[in-house]
């Protein structure tokens, strides 16, 4: 096919105005980044986050997770690897741009990431 296909009356708009966040949950978010990275929280601009797929391929397990940031002014590396019984679904968007983690029993606490099964963590928030 060549030249341009306008987009179809059901196609969704580009322009999709998305609800902003609510207050509560924001504090929330602010509290959490606080507690775990020892830093005051400061808005640093919007994050324009895709829309969830519907639908999404279940790659497998997911067996850990490694990331990196900064806590009380130091560069640190993380790896955690969940517990069998708490991994989370490792999942893609169909178009093989996002990368879900799909349900698992685990929170992410002023410690990291604490798996449900984890009793002497458990008790962080």
């Known amino acids: 096919m060549s030249g ?3 987009p179809s009356s059901r196609a969704r708009s580009r322009n ?3 609800r902003a966040p609510a207050r509560g ?3 929330r978010a602010a509290d959490l980044y606080e507690r775990f990275t020892g830093h005051d929280p400061r808005e640093l ?5 895709p829309e969830l797929p519907r639908v999404a391929a279940v790659v497998g397990q997911c067996d850990g997770v490694l990331y990196t940031t900064v806590r009380d002014g130091k560069t640190e590396r993380y790896i955690h690897e969940f517990a069998a019984r708490d991994r989370p679904l490792l999942c ?3 178009d093989g741009r996002q990368i879900l983690l799909v349900g698992g029993r685990y929170r992410f606490t002023e410690a990291g990431i604490v798996d449900a ?6 008790h962080l928030k």
Do not use: A, E, I, L
């Open 25 to 27: 949950d924001v504090d």
């Open 4 to 6: 341009s296909v306008p």
């Open 92 to 94: 893609v968007s169909p």
């Open 16 to 18: 999709v105005r998305r």
């Open 117 to 122: 099964s984890d009793k002497k963590h458990r």
């Open 45 to 49: 601009g919007t994050v324009n986050v």
